[in-house]
């Protein structure tokens, strides 16, 4: 009989160098939390795209999918097997139309915090914009009504009440990046602070 589902060592090897398993989900936000209604919630393309505006049903019409995955921040807390219900980024990214020149995004929030990510590392099929956190939906101190989840990258990149993505050609800088995090932010790599 199997007791424990998972043996340390696996965990072990998912917990990015630095980084010690939090109790709980802890919620980290910089300023105050949005109350967004999925009423009034919106979201809108721009930069080197087609200009699109989307409502919350617009995104409930797109291929729903569940996910689970780990979910590290900078702050050196970690928590695995996270579950989300949401739009992959990669069936979202079918409903718009992107310049050829366009590699970098700009993630746009409500109450102004900016993240950047390459197209590349934004495009990936594990990335969801996520409603849904076990089962419930999303609360608003974890970005409900409407997140991004980037598993691949420090959750600074994961953004809360997100209402907005900026194709660029050029990399721009997001809020923590401009204020000293790492430019891409890989917590295996220990992407944590600005190389420049
Ligand atoms: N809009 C917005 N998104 C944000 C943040 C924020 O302050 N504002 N904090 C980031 C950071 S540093 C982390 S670790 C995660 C935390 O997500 P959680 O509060 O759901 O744990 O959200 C990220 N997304
Ligand atoms: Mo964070």
Known sequence: MKFFEKPGADVAERVPPGQHLAKGFPVLTYGDTPQISTADWQFTV???????????????DMP???????????????????????????DFLKAIDIDSKAAHVMEHCYGGYT??????????????FAHTLFGEPLPAEHGGPMRTVVPHLYAWKSAKWINGLELLEDMELG????????????????ERYSDR
């Open 46 to 60: 721009s930069g080197l795209a087609t200009p699109k505006t989307f409502s919350w049903q617009d995104f409930m």
């Open 64 to 90: 729903q999918s569940e996910f689970t995955a780990d979910f590290h921040c900078v702050t050196t807390w970690s928590k695995l097997d996270v579950k989300w219900r949401g739009v992959k980024v990669t």
């Open 115 to 128: 993240t950047n990510l390459a197209l590349e590392d934004f495009a990936r099929e594990e990335n969801f």
């Open 175 to 190: 809020f923590w990046e401009r204020n000293g995090y790492h430019r891409r932010g890989e917590p295996f790599a220990e």
